[in-house]
């Protein structure tokens, strides 16, 4: 089984010096958005202004997770965000490989709540 280009969800907040200034000089940050995703070897999907707790999200492609870790860093860096989430998504077979991999995985694993003092 091939396994697919890792896709991540990225979630942003603007800052309210930001979020001022586009609303000043409403400009459609796509290219923006393509540039920096380029920039770390990634590809843009789709891209979504939304309102609530996040001001975007966007759907992406990078090569791995230190590509995409690397994409968000940056983006945090320059000082533009509150926040700029970007989590790793999992298609339907490569979720049931994870499954069946935890199913056929033993261990002692004792979860913090079960866990008794010594």
């Not at 979020?19 to 891209?47: C, H, Q, W």
């Not at 979504?48 to 975007?56: I, K, S, V």
Request: with cysteine; aromatic share 12%; proline share 4%.
């Amino acid at each position: 089984m091939e396994i697919a280009v890792p896709h991540f969800l990225v979630q942003w907040k603007f800052n309210s010096i930001s979020f001022d200034n586009m609303r000043r000089n409403p400009l459609d940050r796509y290219t923006t958005s393509v540039k920096l995703a380029e920039a770390f070897k990634g590809s843009v999907i789709s891209i979504y202004n939304r309102l609530g707790e996040y001001d975007g999200l966007g759907i992406f492609t990078f090569p791995d997770l230190i590509h995409a870790t690397a994409h968000s860093v940056h983006a945090m860096s320059t000082g533009g965000f509150v926040r700029h989430d970007c989590e790793l998504l999992l298609s339907s077979s490569e979720y049931k490989l994870a499954l069946l991999m935890s199913h056929d995985t033993t261990v002692d694993y004792v979860p913090p709540n079960k866990q008794s003092g010594d």
